[in-house]
């Protein structure tokens, strides 16, 4: 069978350094607040370029904490409104929700699926502070279109890199374009910890500072507490893991690169729309390559009693899920019509050609 992911495969094959790493944080004690995070949040500033990196728990957190830190430095206030992609992960909605700001959905770009930035113009009011792009599926959503509106009307730009660490525009990576971002290391993502993991990278320092802060019990001296804050970190395991990890990261991308544009050569089936690929090649770190077609079903099964392992991301938009019954009565036409026809095929840095070429061979006898 060819798995979707393999993770234990993508993770053994830094098997000894993992271990020794491992090993050393075990021996050692201390397993929050330590050396192996701050070391992880320097390497994470290093590659991003940003001037400040914080490690927090899990992807979530890291987008709950940046709003949160506005609402805290009072540049936004409970009922702004946030723009966000209707077509998403719940995750990006949840961290605005959670915070008692209003998100004013955006329907996506057929063609490429993240945030249409030539729409977004007309979904501003007076009490509109910011813009959360997603770059989905590991594809940049940035333009200059993008930087112009944002500063015309003075909103934060906000980007959920959930997906996308290593993705660049214009020699920016993703994580460094926006005001602040978000990153998950959950074990699946691009760059996965063995278990939950996630970081905020920003500009700047005061809204850093409050972040860290947050994330540890508003506490930034033992037993001082300045905010209510949650109890978000990184813990040294998972730093240290994940600053191993880092590495290779670059290294991973260009092997999902490769594997995306044989896809993208290989599949000839008619019926099947495959993802365009970016103006430029950095803009796209693949984390998931997602085809389009009319009876998604039916080619899941028949890929399925093939052998072959795909998901779909995702079967359900966040407005139509039960835990915004609320917004269930809105509709989003494009963001609709890519939930029903999406499909993700395997892809991963250690994806055997063989495999490969067996998932383009029996696409195209579909
Ligand atoms: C994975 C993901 C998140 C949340 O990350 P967790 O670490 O699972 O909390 C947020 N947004 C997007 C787009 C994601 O893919």
């Not at 279109?145 to 920016?172: F, H, P, S």
């Not at 290294?251 to 000839?268: F, V």
Request: some cysteine; charged content about 25%; overall charge negative.
């Amino acid at each position: 069978m060819i798995k979707f992911l393999d993770l234990q495969k993508i993770n053994l094959a830094y098997q000894q350094e993992i271990e020794e790493k491992l090993l050393q944080v075990f021996r050692s004690g201390w397993y929050l607040l330590g050396n192996e995070v701050k070391n992880f949040e320097a390497s994470l500033a290093t590659y991003i370029g940003s001037p400040n990196a914080i490690g927090v728990a899990n992807g979530l957190d890291a987008l709950r904490l940046i709003f949160r830190a506005y609402l805290e430095l009072g540049q936004m206030k409970v009922g702004d409104e946030v723009i966000v992609p209707a077509n998403t992960y719940i995750a990006s909605l949840l961290a605005i929700t959670d915070n008692r700001l209003k998100p004013v959905f955006a329907e996506p770009e057929i063609g490429n699926y993240n945030l249409d930035i030539a729409k977004l113009e007309a979904l501003i009011t007076p009490k509109t502070k910011a813009i959360m792009v997603v770059h989905l599926y590991g594809q940049i959503c940035w333009s200059e279109e993008l930087e112009a509106v944002a500063k015309k009307y003075n909103l934060k730009i906000i980007e959920d890199n959930a997906q996308a660490i290593g993705a660049e525009w214009n020699r920016i990576k993703s994580g460094n374009l926006g005001d602040a971002a978000g990153f998950s290391f959950y074990p699946g993502k691009n760059l996965g910890a063995l278990g939950d993991g996630g970081a905020v990278t920003c500009k700047d320092p005061i809204l850093a500072k409050i972040i860290r802060s947050l994330a540890n019990y508003g506490s930034q001296e033992k037993y001082v507490h300045e905010f209510q804050g949650l109890n978000s970190r990184l813990d040294e395991i998972q730093a240290a893991v994940l600053d191993v990890k880092l590495k290779y990261i670059d290294t991973d991308t260009g092997k999902r690169r490769e594997i995306a544009e044989k896809y993208i050569a290989g599949i000839t089936n008619p019926k099947i729309i495959l993802p365009n690929l970016p103006a430029a090649s950095k803009e796209h770190v693949w984390h998931l390559f997602v085809i389009r077609i009319d009876k998604r079903d039916e080619l899941q099964q028949y890929l399925t009693e093939n052998g072959i392992q795909t998901l779909i991301h995702y079967p359900i938009p966040p407005h139509k899920q039960k835990a915004y019954k609320y917004y269930n009565h809105l509709t989003f036409p494009i963001t609709e019509k890519i939930h029903n026809e999406v499909l993700s095929l395997p892809i991963s840095p250690f994806m055997e050609e063989e495999e490969v070429q067996k998932v383009i061979e029996l696409i195209n006898n579909y």
